[in-house]
């Protein structure tokens, strides 16, 4: 028997999972699923659930149903690699023989004081609820603040915005504009909504300290209700913990095949892998493809490819709200409805299976 275990139910580890169980799969091949919920929850629109424009229940994609798949559910908390072996938080272990890791991401603290204590966050399905109570139940003309302008931070404030007309919502970013990778068209744009909406706009920030109720903005107190964290990125600590080589932000360095070179019979995929572009569902999805195709080789002592297609992007498409949006398609720059509605399609695919 060859066990599969795929860690993490998220973009990456549920595209691996339907690409393998495909018909040709050998009857010698077991494949486990790990994940902490029973669902795929959809991340990217977890900024929708905190906000309170979306039910949880909007943001669930099933697992496949299929005999030749067991769904394991806890919480994991180390990886042995040298063991194979899985350690979860009840002290239960899980071998495998491929290990395929799709952990995700955290949030990234950057040292700063106070930060992870007191602050809300929309990483996790679990931490978004928390962050939906918190911000919900600040009184008529409270003060919520969005720390991190990037498209988390503005798909965040925009969103709270439609669902809490009587707040007062200000977004702490340390770039000159808010979205700063991106054109400056859509930089423009997006800024232009937000006055437009009276969202407050503090550039060039440098938050060095949180304490409750407080933001310290290059030293200078800045008081507030609620403070939503959206200010970057790291690989999950299990996997910074992992003793093989990373990047700075704790992913995986990997080879042409997407395995640790150390341990050839694991592969990463999604946030916890080093790769040439800015982390996303859609290019943990396209790395997962590339991943499943591997693996099957390796599952039927087929050779490998010789070498794997580039990895190709369609674009990136953000909301302003539920009517108006922006994207990036090659290097067409799209603003106002038609990106919110290419957006919701897209979603709508998804949750449908069908691409």
Known sequence: ???????????????????????DLPDDVFVTLVDRMPFHGLKTEYYAL??????????????????????KYGEVTGIKL?????????????????????????????????ADEYTHS???????RRTYAAVNNVKPYGQVTIVGGGLSGVEMASELRESRPDLNIRILDRGESILSPFPRKLQHYASQWFIEHDVELVSLAQVNRV??????????????DVIVWTAGIQANRIVRDLPVEQDNSGRVMLNQYHQIPSHPNVFVVG????????????????????????????????????????IKLKGVLGSLGKKEG??????????????????????????????
């Open 1 to 23: 028997m060859k066990r599969v275990v795929i860690l993490g139910g998220g973009y990456g580890g549920l595209r691996i999972t339907e690409r393998i169980l495909s018909p």
């Open 82 to 114: 040298d063991k194979q072996l899985i350690v979860f938080a009840n002290g239960d272990v899980l071998p495998y023989d491929w290990l395929v890791i799709a952990l995700g991401c955290e949030d990234r603290y950057h040292n700063i004081p106070g």
């Open 271 to 310: 946030d916890c892998a080093s790769l040439p572009f800015a982390p996303s569902a859609q290019l943990a999805e396209a790395q997962g493809d590339q991943i499943a195709v591997v693996l099957k080789a390796g599952l039927t002592g087929a050779d490998y490819p010789a070498a794997l297609p580039k």
């Open 211 to 224: 304490e409750p109720g407080i933001v310290h903005n290059h030293d200078q107190e800045i008081t507030t």
């Open 326 to 355: 922006f994207g990036v398609m090659g290097k067409v720059s799209l603003v106002g409805q038609m990106p919110r509605v290419m957006k919701s399609g897209v979603l709508w695919m998804y949750k449908k299976h069908l691409g």
């Open 122 to 128: 929309i990483q996790t399905l679990e931490a978004t």
């Open 50 to 71: 905190a906000a309170g424009t979306e039910p949880e229940s909007a943001i669930r994609v099933a697992f496949p149903n299929d005999p030749r798949l067991d769904i």
